[in-house]
């Protein structure tokens, strides 16, 4: 993520989906025009993990549920779906969060399938 020069790793491999985890990473920028420096590294933190969330949303859209119709066409049909998935998608845990030279931020967000499970989702194994 982070090399030890403080820079972001030009390459790195994602997390995706494991057997019980959904892993996203989430990179944010910090506001440069900000004097303060915990101000800087707040802002890019939390804009990295509103990056993180979209991301998790990206792969939960590509899960396959049972019946073969992907999440992504449920929630097209069903907006108690979609607000469900969105809440549990905002509870994801942060696993890792590391700080670049410039104040940029780089997270890791962790969503149990379980989780998923419990908003409704039957999601195929």
Do not use: H, P
Not at 23 to 51: E, P, S
Not at 86 to 93: D, F, L, R, T, Y
């Amino acid at each position: 993520m982070i090399s030890k020069n403080g820079e972001l790793n030009r390459e790195w491999t994602e997390e995706g989906i494991t057997k019980n985890y959904i892993f996203a990473r989430g990179i944010g920028a910090a506001d440069q025009t900000l004097t303060n420096k915990t101000q800087r590294m707040a802002t890019a933190r939390n804009a990295a993990i509103v990056n993180g969330q979209y991301n998790i949303l990206s792969f939960v859209k590509g899960v396959q549920l049972e019946g073969g119709v992907s999440v992504a066409k449920a929630i097209e049909t069903d907006s108690i779906l979609a607000t469900k998935i969105n809440n549990v998608i905002k509870g994801a845990e942060i696993v890792r969060s590391s700080w670049s030279n410039d104040d940029g931020c780089v997270v890791v967000l962790r969503l149990s399938k379980t989780s998923l499970r419990a908003a409704g989702l039957k999601i195929a194994e």
